[in-house]
């Protein structure tokens, strides 16, 4: 009962929860709230943090559709709690989309039956939530029940209930009617009625992406509550028990440095995120009404189903819209990252294009991009024809938004996941155990001794604050805070610190192409064109008077999206630099004359005069423009097609033609048979390979029936078949200069490196191969994987990228799906090999083959042809075999793989780097090993500063513990001087040491909870413990020794000591003895000891000597202490409440302090060269399996004979009961 009663939200999506009902139980508030007043308010705290316990222990049990609290957790790895409380608001009808025209209503499920009494609108409002705007809509339908709609929020998002689902579902907008195409034109292009809007806000509220700036009252609450602020407030009213208010006030002091820095770090993000949104996210539109008017409201009161006019001099969009008339030049900054302006068209109608077969698919945003005007892009200007307006549906808005889903994932990130944190905690957990086994010591201590009961329970608390260190987050937080002021020092930015520490760990790394690693920009190095089915010889340029008049030019001159913006050529980097290879002009039809004439061509191109034949003095004007070209219809790029396409008209002629511009793949498999060249695969992988990015180009002669307005409305299917294969165009794009040299310097360091691309396989190959990537004796396997279909399974075809069927018979291995599971993990591996895929390759073995990805991605080096969506899926299957993966792009299209790698760097300085945890103002790569750099600094300071905090606590504890013994312990100075002196001196600037020059191929170690680390530890903590138990019990051993009072003469000074007798007293809490003084001195000398030897330079950071802060402090304590051993001041003594002891004893202390550096040194020292040697072999001899999966699974493929598949004949893998898996050979 209780499963089914478990609902799951948004399925199958990135925010999936686990969704639990409760009712309020009155008992258990009031057996809380007893619990509450009898824990002195903790057990509130310990319910505030835990809020599964809250709602558990308050409520009861019900059903999802009953609940009044809802109990959610998160499906993915952090398993993490939330509660919201269900609310009820009123309204007349159920759904957003129910129309309330009295004359149109009709029952539904999602509206009430019209048989209802007006009376029923005085519902009960003491349920109602927001329920103003509903009972005036209720009051103006009499006729309508009012509807009682059960909603929370989490996450900016609405969840509403559905009678139909059972279930709680979001409203996103007009997607969630899942209607056509043609539907949208047709019933959603005439606007809304101002009831209907008004209606709709009450489901989808009002349009705006809202970052509320929490007061800095609430901030403060919400950090004081963390449980560590608890635990320091307890051990600050300890102290005052104790009396030890210097310590607690410089407790207090730091903690309040600390929650200020934070609450303003924290505000002045809220302030600069609500800015960043803020900014032109009210603006006045011009909406169309139902009854054909058009009404100015501000953009607030928008709601999905309202029809926009977008101005001709362009605005900033204030929610999603579809294009349903004209057309828009867009900058995408915003969302992509890339500031080339793309064209945005209409969304095309079927139900008005002039074939009846013509598909209506689902609308979707996704899939119809290029019709979609996104939040907070940036109109820069309309275009539209007879008067006609541009006009755009309200898709999304408000947090359901793409830019309020950017906002959101920014306001509500997930969890860092990171062992280094989960160590942290682990390791804590151990100092509470050790501080309970001090707080029972000291109880049955104190108990035996006869200490009053008060005594008793201070000193036994006393211990756990000692053990846990109170200045640890702020130690912890220092290192960071340096790596990131060095960041930024060398141009890189980061809004995500705690992701510093994670780059230390990053051992892959994956790489957009264009743009990162090699030039932004394309040279074009030549063409070759076809003619009448066979290649010419290739050309080093267009610009010839002899190519002026044929469809090669007039390809080149038309099918392309650029666009002039204040008079300059704006657009894709290689439409201008095709257009500035044959050096025609552009020239847009302006405002006017596009509202004026009908068929005006809104883009004309033509030749420059230089190339023209001599004019003929009569009329020159007409000879010219027989060479013009206008171009009628644009269907822009799409990354899914691989093409783009127009449709122009050479002016003069009747007739319109059609050009066809993409991938040379797809471009031939759009022409007709004869006319692309038999050689045309051989020729295209000859460019491929020496790195050509090739551009194909095709044209059709279009039927004369097509007219200017039938080719508004016709499919681009219709155009694009049956072309005429015109040629290649072969564009060179450059290497970086950066890129062969950093890529060299992360292989050295054993850094994988991965190239995810947009571009054609073959040209990525080439690439990898230029820049190093991959080396010239590596072999490449391209992995095609074919769909299911006729009956047969889904099957991977290898081929060797090296050897492309010039060979007499085509070198491939077969897997069926069925037989993949049969494959044994059983080979051994001599060469070095790399698969490379294709994004529809990947997907299909993606759905198809799930465990052979894992195999994959182990050596995968190239993706090509890769979707944005599938970048994400390439990071989250190479995290699944527990790579810590960089990932490095351009912004544009790298967006989603940025936010999902361990560590993104986006190489854009616009908008879209609010995505990425890491920016960077060097256009190149070289910013990836220097963040990795700092990340193992970082990542090792951290290292450093826990375990010497550790030691610190414990160092402190020991001393404690031995002082206890004899009913003693540390005065309230010397506590003072060794937390504030001492450690924070120490802590703050031995994080201060740089990162080490160039990334070294021994990785830094993965946790705190690792054999080296935890062996340092106890060794060290083990030396402290014996070099403090042997001068506490030596001292009692010295002739000289007695308890010790005031009239005690250890240093044979009675003659002073007589004449001030009288103003000796006694000390109550004995704290000036002989053992605590030997302990101070000893244990002073040992926290300077750790700090120095934890404190590691080389190969991770800088030596220490080169960190003069540190040196300084270092060397500042050791002469002070040796001064106050061998040359003690009356009053320093009194200060710090040690005892005078005789010279030979101070000697005694010194020689003890030398052995003990001596011995700390030559452990840690030995620990580093032989320590992990000796753990290896170790481990070798037990032979433990590696942690890491990708490790596991190289194991086991490394002795697999099947693997990776070679290329001896065609091979198919046949199941076998004898064998997992069994080739079986054919010639």
Known sequence: MEQENVKILNRGEEDEMELQGFRLSRWRLAVVGLGVLCTGGFLLLLLYWLPEWCVKSTCTRTTVQDAQVVLLRSTDEFRRWFLAKVRVMLAP???????????????????????????????????????????ELIRRYGEYQPTQIRYFTHHSA??????????????????????????????????????????????????????????????????????????????????????????????????????????YTIKKQYITLRDMVAA????????????????????????????????????????DAVLVTGTCIVNESMLTGESVPVTKTNLPNPAQGDREEEEDCLFSTEEHKRHTLFCGTHVIQT????????????????????????????????????????????????????????????????IMKEVPVKEIILESLDIITITVPPALPAAMTAGIVYAQRRLKSIGIFCISPQRINICGQINLVCFDKTGTLTEDGLDMWGIQRVDNGSFQMSEESAYKESLVKSQFVACMATCHSLTKIEGELSGDPLDLKMLEAISWTLEEATEEETALHERIMPTVVRPPKELLPPEPAASPELDLSVYEIGIVRQFPFSSA???????????????????????????????????????????LEGYTKKGFRVIALAHRRLESKLTWHRMQNVNRDHIEANMEFLGLIIMQNKLKAETPVVLQDLHRANIRTVMVTGDNMLTAISVARDCGMITPQDKIIIADALPPRDGQTAKITWRYADKPGKMPRLEEVVISLEDICHMDEAKSQHEQFHFAMSGKSFDIIMEHFPDMMQKLVLH????????????????????????????????ANDCGALKRAHSGISLSELEASVASPFTSRTPNISCVPNLIREGRAALITSFCVFKFMALYSMIQYISVTLLYSILSNLGDLQFLFIDIAIILFLVFTMSLNPAWKELVSQPPPSGLISAPLLFSVMTQILICLCFQVIPFLWVQQEPWYEEWTPLSDACNTSTDMDTNMSSLEPDPDYIQNYENTSIFY???????????????????????????????????????????????????????????????WRIKLFLLILANAAVSVFVEVGMDHWGRKCLSWLCCQRNTAPKARYMHLAQELRVDPDWPPRPTTTTEAKPCPEKDYQMICSS
């Open 93 to 135: 009808g159920r759904s957003p989309f129910h129309i309330l025209d009295t004359q149109t209503t009709t029952t539904s499920p999602f509206t009430p039956s019209p048989d209802t009494t007006p009376t029923a609108e005085k519902g009960p409002r003491h349920q109602t939530s927001e329920a103003d705007p509903g009972q």
């Open 158 to 263: 609405k969840y509403y209930w559905n009678e139909e689902a059972q279930n709680f579902e979001v409203l996103t907008g007009l997607e969630d009617l899942q209607g056509s195409c043609s539907a949208l034109h047709s019933e959603h292009s005439t606007g809304l009625s101002r009831n209907l809007q008004e209606y709709r806000r009450l489901f989808f509220g009002v349009n705006e992406i809202a970052v509320k700036v929490p007061s800095v009252f609430k901030l403060l609450i919400k950090e004081v509550l963390n449980p560590f602020y608890i635990f320091q407030l307890f051990s600050v009213i300890l102290w005052g028990f104790e009396e030890y208010y210097y310590y607690a006030a410089t407790i207090v002091f730091m903690s309040f440095i600390s929650i200020a820095t934070s609450l």
């Open 280 to 319: 032109h996210s009210i603006v006045r539109m011009s909406v169309f009404r139902a009854n054909n008017e058009i009404e100015e409201v501000i953009s607030t009161d928008l709601v999905p189903g309202d029809v926009i006019v977008i101005p001709s001099n362009g605005t900033i969009m204030p929610c």
């Open 383 to 446: 275009r539209f024809y007879t008067g006609e307006l541009v006009k755009a549906v309200v898709v999304r808005t408000g947090f359901s938004t793409a830019k309020g889903q950017l906002v959101r994932s920014i306001l509500y990130p997930k969890p860092t996941d990171f062992k280094l944190y989960h160590d942290a905690y682990l390791f804590l957990l151990c100092l509470v155990a050790v501080a309970a086994i001090g707080f029972i010591y000291s109880i049955v201590l104190s």
């Open 641 to 683: 097609l691989q093409r783009m396409s127009v449709v122009a008209r050479r002016l003069g002629e009747k007739r319109m033609d059609a050009y066809l511009k993409g991938a040379p793949e797809v471009v031939a498999s759009l022409c007709k048979k004869e006319s692309v060249p038999e050689d045309f695969a051989e020729v």
């Open 860 to 891: 995968g080096t190239v993706f090509a042809r890769m979707a944005p969506d599938q970048k994400t899926q390439l990071i989250e299957a190479l995290q699944g075999v527990d790579y810590y993966v960089g990932m490095c792009g351009d912004g």
């Open 1082 to 1144: 000893v244990s002073s000398f040992q926290y300077i000891i750790v700090a120095i030897i934890f404190s590691k330079g080389k190969p991770f950071r800088q030596p220490s000597y080169k960190n003069w802060p540190f040196m300084l402090s270092a060397l500042t304590l050791y002469v002070f202490m040796l001064f106050m051993l061998f040359h003690p001041i009356e009053a320093m003594d009194e200060f710090f409440e040690i005892v005078c002891v005789p010279f030979t």
